[in-house]
């Protein structure tokens, strides 16, 4: 879940919020792990009310340790920012 507030907070420094998200890149080590990830993410984007289209990956590459990395795109819906690109920063 922290993930996913970190991403939030990115995405309020630039006056956006998660229910602007319009995709999602979820990148895991371990395979195991994909059903409580996929579960999370449908939980915090569900509760939104929002279905962003989303891709989930498994890759031993991720380095520091890091179990999993998610990143965001979001559309701005106000700005003419267009697009927005955030990665995790964890």
Wanted: proline share 1%; hydrophobic share 45%.
């Amino acid at each position: 879940m922290a993930v996913f507030d970190n991403i939030e907070h990115a995405l309020k420094k630039v006056g956006s919020s998660l229910k602007d998200v319009v995709r999602t890149r979820v990148i895991i080590r371990n395979e195991q792990d994909s059903e409580e990830v996929a579960r999370v993410h449908g939980w915090v984007f569900g509760c939104l009310n929002i279905k962003p289209a989303a891709i989930l990956i498994i890759a031993s590459i991720l380095g520091d340790g890091s179990l999993v990395e998610i990143e965001a795109e979001a559309e701005i819906g106000s700005g003419d920012n267009g697009i927005l690109s955030i990665s995790d920063l964890s």
